[in-house]
């Protein structure tokens, strides 16, 4: 019959044939739903089933786009809508397979990239998927320094998937920000009034964080006006170029302290600094010279750089201006005494007065260390790697 001599296609090593797939109702009268009980893997040469992870909600109407497109090429349960579903219950399918090494794609930017490795931090499997991305929206500086580009622009998800199976394995770090209130501590105990996140590409302070938090305010009070990723980039231009006139991060050196493995740091006359993990920021800067000594993002060293104003970061972002390096270092602390914007890989806040310490981050004990495929491989005109955590 047809179902016996389909082949799935050019894509079978990734595909999961619906003969291979269990399902089970779960729930109760109105609320049944159906999910994947088990998976027999089939009989397909170096079969690695890749899961799909898209935010719809990234990058206008492509997110939408690209769901409906994969959903035509794999099988539908391979294919998660992370508007409806949690990435957690998507990484079920790959702890059915635990004798496979499966392949994530997230679609999205990088705080969806970030949602999703951090789901994979809590799930702990043992035998951890390996992680993809196709950037959507503005930014997507660990897309970039991946090999991934900058962002879809209507490839053709053949030619991703190709991609995808043709990528190589290397590492990636990631950095543990703690944030320790001081007013909270002194109230509250010592165990109290902390925070802790995660970072994958950077963490700002002063004046480039606060056109990003004013960028973030206007797009969560009218979100209509941010329908494209041009019109989004002429948005940022235009709360930076305000920010040169206000100068709201001018007395930055007296409201911050910085600490490169326990040394103090000399802040002349700047309005921001940036603590990076990898060497590309504020959408495809590079801010660390490799000739001295070289940034890795699998080294376990930060490095950090100073911003002189928005000004300067403007003449960076068109090649005409250097940031001031400070150094490279296994632990950054930054005391900050009066509130400061602050961003960690592009979502941004208020600071009020706190210690922010990072430190590298180590996985759960039935983790793989934050592993990435690498040795980029050029495939046309698209480097290509993935991660695996």
């Known amino acids: 019959g047809v179902k016996d001599s389909c082949n799935m296609g050019p894509h ?20 049944r739903r159906l999910v994947v009980k088990e998976i027999v893997p089939p009989a397909v ?19 939408v786009k690209v769901l409906s497109t994969f959903r035509k090429l794999l099988n539908p349960i391979q294919v998660v809508d992370l508007s409806e579903t949690p990435p957690e219950a998507g990484l079920e399918i790959c702890r059915l397979l635990p004798q496979h ?15 999703v490795l951090s789901s994979l931090d809590k799930c702990q499997m043992t035998n951890s998927p390996e992680v993809a991305i196709l950037p959507l929206g503005t930014g997507n500086d660990l897309a970039r320094v991946l090999g991934w580009g900058k962002g879809y622009d209507d ?50 302070v002063g004046c480039d964080a606060g056109v990003a938090l004013n960028f973030h305010r206007q797009r ?27 100068q709201s991060c001018k007395n930055l050196p007296q409201k911050i302290e910085v600490f490169l493995d ?3 740091q000399q802040l002349p006359g700047l309005e921001g600094v940036v603590v990076l993990n990898i060497n590309s920021w504020s959408a495809g800067c590079s801010m660390w010279n490799q000739s001295a000594s070289p940034s890795r993002m699998d080294d376990q060293l930060l490095e950090v750089v100073g911003l002189y104003s928005s000004l300067h ?17 296994k ?51 698209t480097i290509t790697c993935t991660i695996e955590i």
């Open 155 to 204: 490839e053709d998800i053949n030619d991703i998937l190709k991609d995808v199976k043709h990528a190589q394995l290397s590492m990636l770090d990631r950095w543990e920000v703690k944030i320790e209130y001081k007013k909270l501590k002194r109230y509250l105990g010592l165990n109290k009034g902390t925070k802790e996140l995660i970072m994958n590409n950077y963490l700002g």
């Open 101 to 115: 090494t499966c392949r994530l794609l997230v679609c999205g930017g990088d705080g969806t990239v970030g949602w």
């Open 313 to 329: 970061v403007g003449k960076i972002q068109v090649s005409l201006g250097e940031p001031l390096r400070m150094g490279q270092a």
């Open 220 to 246: 969560e009070s009218r979100p209509e006006l941010f329908q494209s990723r041009f019109i989004n980039k002429a948005w940022y231009l235009g709360f930076g170029a305000k920010d040169v006139l206000q």
């Open 262 to 264: 326990d040394v103090p």
């Open 12 to 31: 079978q090593s990734m595909i999961i044939p619906p003969s291979s797939v269990t399902l089970n109702h779960e729930g109760w009268r109105g609320r």
């Open 331 to 381: 632990q950054v602390k930054i005391v900050i005494h009066e509130s400061v914007p602050v961003q960690v890989d592009g979502e941004p806040w208020l600071q009020v007065p706190a210690t922010i310490t990072v430190t590298h981050h180590q996985p759960g004990t039935h983790a793989t260390e934050n592993q990435i495929l690498s040795q980029p491989i050029e495939i046309t005109h």
């Open 45 to 63: 040469s170096e079969w690695r089933p890749l899961v799909v992870m898209a935010n719809p909600r990234s990058g206008g109407n492509d997110g």
